[in-house]
């Protein structure tokens, strides 16, 4: 069969033929056509390309999506495929453009320079830069936006709305992931990083309103109204003044009246109980007649066991700020343990020097067993106990501390008696004759304690009534100017006004000149017992004819009851220099008037002892500078409605009353009051005068709780620190302070009372002896 096949192929001439692979063949040409074919377009197309870079060039596009867009198809379909596997991750950094245009004419044949050619170059480029800087702007506002609308909570809103409306998109079909990329964020762990942090973005809104809110309670909670604390009062106030607890204020105020007149020292000079007797009424009468007060002594438990006080005070974080801290009296507190066997040994020593100087120095004392949270209004940690702070206005807090050595006990109450007397806040005393003349032409209110060195040693009672002096020199001290000096010096200075004490004072009062008037000169020459009795009368005439601005610290001087007679505060809200100076002028003619009529009236006693009134001025606004006055507080414009608003109106503190006035009216005043023709309001229990006065000695950290505890300042904040928020990440870091420094700015000259105290950051570092920058710590 092989040889038939052979043979057969011989004879046909097939196995003649040459062995040939056509389709081979056929495909080499073909590829040498195409080769050919692209050669021939590369070069015409480099060609044209030449000719138009040698005339009008357009922009070369960049990018993989730009070269795909010129070239041929098949290297737009790669350059496609190459962007859909990279998942988008790369994005066409510039979109298609409008060429330029091709000049026609005699334009085309002209060649530009090379000089030319860079500038267009240039010019390209910094388009190019400026797209690029828009397209980042434009990307930073909308993650702004979004950062926002989020933390405002509004974004989530959005986004659940859309995702509602979205239809659900077609699945895509898989694509195989490249080797040794791996994308997927569910291989992430946890703690990573950048899935904290889309955590924190997604959940910045409420977790910013919670974290507002729960500032907010914090703060709160700090302040005295969270937390009340129990004392130990064992003192019976109620008992005191004869009165059943639930007598009413204007009860409570006729039994006081009726006891004082009774048991006042001046009334009874050979009774020696009856000073006791009075200051334990004045006492009861200062608790029971503050309704806060009341409430509070009401609701303290009585413990038995604890070591007791006559005089002292008990303090806890509730009252301590207000009662010592906005005091210009001077305080000695006691910081105890009653199981502490320290402080049971020094409880009679005390005891002792309390019952001593009581008058003249007020005591207080804090359980440390029970009222631990007033200790933190204390300039240091207390550690030994019992331990013994002296606060005045001022004066940096001393402290003594009071565990008995082995000295006996009459060295441990000398001890405590030299602490008192050398802590306690001096009288600046003129050495010289130049020192008293550089002094008494200051030009303000000017009191001058002369004594007379002829008799030696100075004497027990001397030194008491010095003391009694310094103590009225210190409470009044911002609105006069005190001093002491030898009779010697003042008879130089002053001449023929100069006093001559007899005994061993003089007290000589200068009055500031009025508009087109002189300076007064007031001189008394009280013996020791009348020193400080002589002193508050001038004080007090002095300040008749003055309308002070009222605040938390003062107003217990101003317009407080100290039993001599009623007193009365004459309110002024909001009145210019004019309006009050007419006021003033009004109010010494009612006076006069008043005095006059009771004189021609048959009265042996002078009416003025048993009638004061002071005026004193409060501002609804406040000025944003330390040394200025501040506004009243909210709880003002409580007792402001009783008053219907009036512009003047009649306050009696202790009994919680208010009269209408009528600024037309102020020349009948004092006997409109005498003969009870004004009617008396009293304020709801509810209601506290003491609360709405001005305080500017308060921190910042209150004022502004007190603002974002409101609606409208809880709103505000939380959208400040959302726009703070949702900006800062996408500024630098000098934008960042530059932001930081107009948010200052802009709240200051927002709000008032944060600019005053950012003012005052600076102005008491630097004047730290002013009046404005006095404190008790």
Not at 112 to 141: C, G, I, M, N, Y
Not at 181 to 198: A, C, G, L, N, T
Not at 457 to 463: N, Q, Y
Not at 657 to 677: G, H, I, P, S, T
Request: net charge neutral; charged share 25%.
């Amino acid at each position: 069969f092989g040889s038939r096949l052979r043979g057969n192929g011989r004879r046909y001439g097939v196995l003649a033929m040459p062995k040939a692979d056509r389709c081979a063949e056929l495909k080499k040409e073909a590829n040498k056509s195409k080769k050919k074919f692209v050669a021939e377009v590369r070069t015409q197309k480099e060609a044209k390309e030449q000719a138009l870079l040698s005339e009008e060039p357009e922009e070369v596009p960049r990018g993989r999506a730009a070269k795909a867009a010129g070239g041929s198809t098949f290297t737009k379909v790669v350059a496609a495929e190459e962007q859909e596997d990279s998942g988008g991750e790369e994005e066409e950094t510039v979109s298609a453009r409008p060429a330029p245009p091709v000049s026609t004419g005699s334009s085309k044949s002209k060649k530009e320079s090379a000089a030319e050619r860079k500038k267009r170059e240039a010019r390209s480029q910094v388009s190019d830069l400026e797209f690029l800087a828009s397209e980042q702007r434009a990307a930073a506002r909308a993650r702004i936006i979004d950062r926002l609308l989020h933390l405002l909570v509004v974004g989530y809103v959005i986004d659940f709305t859309q995702k509602k409306e979205t239809p659900a998109a077609p699945l895509k079909e898989a694509r195989p992931k490249k080797k040794g990329k791996s994308s997927d964020e569910s291989d992430r762990q946890w703690w990573d990083p950048q899935v904290i942090k889309q955590k924190l973005d997604v959940f910045a809104g409420p977790m910013l309103m919670l974290g507002l809110f729960v500032a907010i309670i914090a703060a709160r909670m700090g302040e005295e109204s969270f937390m009340p604390d129990h004392s130990d009062e064992r003192v019976d106030h109620y008992g005191a003044l004869g009165v059943p607890k639930d007598e009413s204020i204007l009860g409570i105020r006729k039994a006081y009246k009726a006891l004082a007149m009774e048991w006042h020292p001046d009334k009874n000079p050979d009774c020696q109980s009856c000073a006791e007797r009075f200051a334990e009424i004045g006492k009861a009468y200062e608790v029971l007649s503050n309704p806060e007060l009341k409430k509070a002594y009401d609701q303290r438990k009585k413990p038995e066991g604890q070591l007791q006080s006559a005089v002292s005070e008990s303090l806890s974080a509730a009252d301590f700020e207000d009662i010592v801290l906005r005091s210009n009296e001077v305080w000695m507190v006691q910081i105890f343990d009653p199981s502490d066997g320290a402080s049971r040994d020094f409880h009679p020593i005390w005891e002792e020097i309390s019952l001593q100087y009581q008058g003249k120095v007020r005591f207080g004392r804090i359980d440390a067993t029970q009222h631990r949270r007033a200790l933190d209004y204390l300039p240091q940690r207390v550690v030994l106990m019992p331990l013994v702070y002296r606060f005045a206005r001022g004066l940096h807090p001393e402290s003594f501390l009071g565990i008995p050595s082995t000295r006996e006990a009459k060295g441990e109450v000398a001890a405590f008696r030299s602490f008192l007397l050398d802590s306690y806040p001096k009288v600046h005393h003129l050495e010289t004759a130049e020192e008293m003349q550089q002094w008494w032409s200051a030009g303000r209110q000017q009191i001058l304690i002369s004594r007379s060195t002829r008799g030696g040693k100075v004497r027990k009672k001397e030194r008491e009534a010095l003391l009694e002096a310094h103590r009225l020199a210190h409470e009044w001290e911002g609105f006069f100017e005190f001093a002491q000096a030898d009779v010697s010096i003042t008879s130089d200075i002053l001449g023929a006004q100069s006093p001559q004490p007899k005994g061993a004072w003089a007290i000589t009062l200068r009055t500031q000149p009025r508009a087109g008037g002189n300076a007064s000169l007031v001189v008394s020459m009280p013996e020791d017992e009348k020193l400080g009795t002589t002193m508050q009368g001038m004080i007090a005439k002095a300040m008749a004819e003055e309308a002070p601005f009222l605040t938390k610290r003062n107003h217990k001087q101003l317009c407080g009851n100290e039993g001599h007679g009623r007193k009365y505060c004459l309110v002024l809200v909001s009145l210019s220099e004019a309006a009050t100076a007419q006021a003033l002028e009004d109010l010494a003619a009612s006076k006069a008037a008043y005095a006059q009529e009771s004189l021609e009236g048959g009265s042996e006693e002078d009416p003025l002892e048993d009638l004061h009134i002071q005026p004193v001025r409060v501002q609804t606004w406040s000025n944003r500078m330390p040394w200025q006055t501040v506004a009243v507080g909210s709880a003002f414009s409580a007792v402001w409605a009783e008053a219907k608003y009036s512009q003047t109106f009649i306050v009696e503190l202790e009994s919680k009353r208010v009269a209408v006035v009528k600024l037309n009216n102020l020349r009948e005043v004092f006997q409109q009051v005498a003969y009870e023709d004004l009617k008396f309001i009293e304020l709801p229990e509810t209601t506290s005068i003491v609360r709405g006065l001005p305080d500017p000695e308060s921190p910042m950290k209150r004022e502004l709780v007190a603002v974002l505890s409101t609606f409208v300042g809880g709103l505000s904040g939380f959208v400040a620190i959302a726009v703070f928020a949702a900006v800062v990440p996408e500024l630098p870091v000098a934008a960042v302070g530059i932001a930081s420094g107009a948010s200052i700015l802009l709240l200051a000259v927002i709000w008032p009372r944060f600019c005053r105290w950012s003012i005052s950051l600076v102005w008491c570092t630097i004047f730290t002896e002013k009046l404005e920058c006095q404190t008790n710590l």
